[in-house]
């Protein structure tokens, strides 16, 4: 929670870039880091600093990313004309908002929401600057715009392409990120115009504009790593890698053990708790609880799924939405479990399909076991009491139940209801010809001669 003392903020989120170098039928924002859109990660972080509203700023015929927004409203900038003309766009949405706005870019995921509260803390403090801008200082300054500060604070942002060889050489960059005291920002932004290199209408002169009003402008410094802006598949990657990384971090920090951090693979959702054990190569995809004590042996791919303390998971398991591991469970390896619920204790060890189930406490499923879930048409559920023992390769044709404590022979095919303790199983007798077996392996080797 932010302290009351600081101004409510509302955000803009620029994000009407068609992100051309992206090569893609959808807007770059949604593209994807840890299974959650770019232009997400800005608003859960923006959420954690109780910024509200949020405006996020689309192109025309972006509907897919409007939906990924909501409820956050939506303005659409029709001609992409600059940062300042974008920003300009979310003014009907805002005009009543009296407090501090904060312009965000929609590519740049990382932005810390620590980083936006010191912007905040230096809005209320020294000469209670209008405008603070994040800036940083890159490793390449290349084509960032330069901030060209004084003793009295931050003068003016000249953009690369219109830079002198002087200003050029000035390291700390504009991130684009700023903080700036709603009306000012309007009245600010209707000075604007597009005397420009690019002809186009910057954000950036909101600076000196200021300045020249008797207003005073700050900056923030901010890291390069959480500033980083996403244009090409390749950058996306990076990212996707920065992000594991940092991820892995903070599940080893909160009591997780993870043999090999390197490949393990989160989603920005995925809740891991203490003494949990991951091994390696485990990819977590969304919507995944594991809790305290749980443990994932190695080569799990796991979405949609809870796993409670003390279960076991894997090697080599898979489970999709609507997995729910019970506590002490063991789901071993080559399993896949599927919108079912393993209670307390249960046990599906070995190469086996459980779809639309659930399986009883401390039931034990024998190896090569199948949920026959699906008839073509219908999804159909099975319901497999506590302490029921199935026998390897039964195939269970749901809908179907099996009783507490009840049993399957093996390969059994169950199609009707078996009652508590009772046993299912298809009989066919075994027929058994002694000294068969001798007899063919000598008939074989006969015949090579
Ligand atoms: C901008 C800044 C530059 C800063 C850099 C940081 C300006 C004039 N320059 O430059 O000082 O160092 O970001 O990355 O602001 N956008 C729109 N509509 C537009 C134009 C841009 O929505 O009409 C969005 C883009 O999708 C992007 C963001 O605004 O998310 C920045 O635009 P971009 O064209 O990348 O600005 P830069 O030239 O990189
Ligand atoms: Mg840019």
Request: charged residues 20%; neutral net charge; proline residues 5%.
């Given at each position: 929670?932010?302290?009351?003392?600081?101004?409510?903020?509302?955000?803009?989120?620029?994000?009407?870039?068609?992100?051309?170098?992206?090569?893609?039928?959808?807007?770059?924002?949604?593209?994807?880091?840890?299974?959650?859109?770019?232009?997400?990660?800005?608003?859960?972080?923006?959420?954690?600093?109780?910024?509200?509203?949020?405006?996020?700023?689309?192109?025309?015929?972006?509907?897919?990313?409007?939906?990924?927004?909501?409820?956050?409203?939506?303005?659409?900038?029709?001609?992409?004309?600059?940062?300042?003309?974008?920003?300009?766009?979310?003014?009907?949405?805002?005009?009543?908002?009296?407090?501090?706005?904060?312009?965000?870019?929609?590519?740049?995921?990382?932005?810390?929401?620590?980083?936006?509260?010191?912007?905040?803390?230096?809005?209320?403090?020294?000469?209670?600057?209008?405008?603070?801008?994040?800036?940083?200082?890159?490793?390449?300054?290349?084509?960032?715009?330069?901030?060209?500060?004084?003793?009295?604070?931050?003068?003016?942002?000249?953009?690369?392409?219109?830079?002198?060889?002087?200003?050029?050489?000035?390291?700390?960059?504009?991130?684009?990120?700023?903080?700036?005291?709603?009306?000012?920002?309007?009245?600010?932004?209707?000075?604007?115009?597009?005397?420009?290199?690019?002809?186009?209408?910057?954000?950036?002169?909101?600076?000196?504009?200021?300045?020249?009003?008797?207003?005073?402008?700050?900056?923030?410094?901010?890291?390069?790593?959480?500033?980083?802006?996403?244009?090409?598949?390749?950058?996306?990657?990076?990212?996707?890698?920065?992000?594991?990384?940092?991820?892995?971090?903070?599940?080893?920090?909160?009591?997780?053990?993870?043999?090999?951090?390197?490949?393990?693979?989160?989603?920005?959702?995925?809740?891991?708790?203490?003494?949990?054990?991951?091994?390696?190569?485990?990819?977590?995809?969304?919507?995944?609880?594991?809790?305290?004590?749980?443990?994932?042996?190695?080569?799990?791919?796991?979405?949609?799924?809870?796993?409670?303390?003390?279960?076991?998971?894997?090697?080599?398991?898979?489970?999709?939405?609507?997995?729910?591991?019970?506590?002490?469970?063991?789901?071993?390896?080559?399993?896949?479990?599927?919108?079912?619920?393993?209670?307390?204790?249960?046990?599906?060890?070995?190469?086996?399909y459980i779809g639309d189930a659930r399986?009883?406490?401390?039931?034990?499923?024998?190896?090569?076991?199948?949920?026959?879930?699906?008839?073509?048409?219908?999804?159909?559920?099975?319901?497999?009491?506590?302490?029921?023992?199935?026998?390897?390769?039964?195939?269970?044709?749901?809908?179907?139940?099996?009783g507490d404590g009840a049993m399957t022979?093996?390969?059994?095919?169950?199609?009707?209801?078996?009652?508590?303790?009772?046993?299912?199983?298809?009989?066919?007798?075994?027929?058994?010809?002694?000294?068969?077996?001798?007899?063919?392996?000598?008939?074989?080797?006969?015949?090579?001669?």
């Open positions: 929670m932010t302290s009351p003392a600081l101004t409510a903020t509302a955000a803009i989120v620029l994000a009407a870039g068609l992100g051309t170098r992206m090569k893609s039928a959808l807007p770059k924002v949604m593209h994807k880091v840890a299974g959650r859109p770019l232009v997400n990660h800005v608003l859960v972080t923006l959420a954690g600093q109780d910024i509200a509203p949020v405006v996020v700023v689309i192109g025309p015929e972006m509907d897919q990313l409007a939906k990924a927004v909501a409820p956050h409203p939506t303005a659409i900038q029709h001609d992409r004309r600059g940062t300042a003309h974008a920003v300009q766009q979310a003014e009907g949405a805002l005009k009543d908002f009296s407090g501090d706005i904060v312009v965000v870019y929609g590519d740049t995921p990382f932005i810390g929401g620590e980083t936006i509260a010191r912007m905040r803390a230096a809005r209320a403090g020294g000469k209670k600057p209008a405008v603070v801008v994040l800036g940083f200082t890159p490793d390449d300054p290349g084509g960032y715009g330069r901030l060209v500060t004084s003793p009295d604070g931050l003068e003016r942002i000249v953009e690369a392409k219109d830079a002198t060889p002087a200003e050029r050489a000035i390291t700390l960059c504009n991130s684009g990120i700023m903080l700036v005291e709603a009306k000012a920002l309007w009245q600010l932004l209707a000075q604007v115009t597009p005397n420009n290199a690019k002809n186009e209408f910057y954000l950036t002169d909101i600076v000196a504009l200021a300045r020249k009003a008797g207003m005073a402008c700050a900056v923030v410094e901010g890291d390069e790593d959480e500033l980083l802006g996403i244009n090409s598949r390749v950058e996306l990657a990076e990212a996707e890698a920065i992000y594991q990384r940092r991820r892995r971090k903070q599940a080893m920090e909160n009591g997780a053990t993870l043999t090999a951090p390197d490949t393990v693979y989160f989603s920005a959702d995925t809740k891991v708790g203490k003494d949990v054990e991951i091994g390696p190569f485990t990819v977590f995809g969304p919507g995944v609880t594991v809790d305290d004590n749980a443990v994932i042996k190695g080569f799990c791919h796991i979405e949609g799924a809870h796993i409670a303390g003390g279960a076991i998971v894997g090697p080599y398991a898979r489970l999709r939405p609507g997995a729910d591991i019970g506590a002490d469970a063991h789901v071993g390896n080559f399993v896949e479990v599927k919108n079912a619920s393993l209670e307390n204790g249960a046990k599906v060890n070995h190469l086996t399986v009883g406490a401390k039931a034990n499923i024998g190896a090569g076991t199948i949920t026959a879930n699906y008839d073509g048409f219908n999804k159909s559920r099975t319901d497999i009491g506590a302490g029921a023992s199935i026998g390897s390769n039964s195939v269970l044709v749901a809908p179907v139940k099996i022979g093996a390969g059994a095919v169950v199609r009707k209801d078996v009652p508590a303790d009772g046993l299912a199983l298809n009989s066919s007798r075994q027929e058994t010809r002694e000294g068969f077996a001798a007899k063919y392996r000598q008939m074989k080797q006969d015949k090579k001669k």
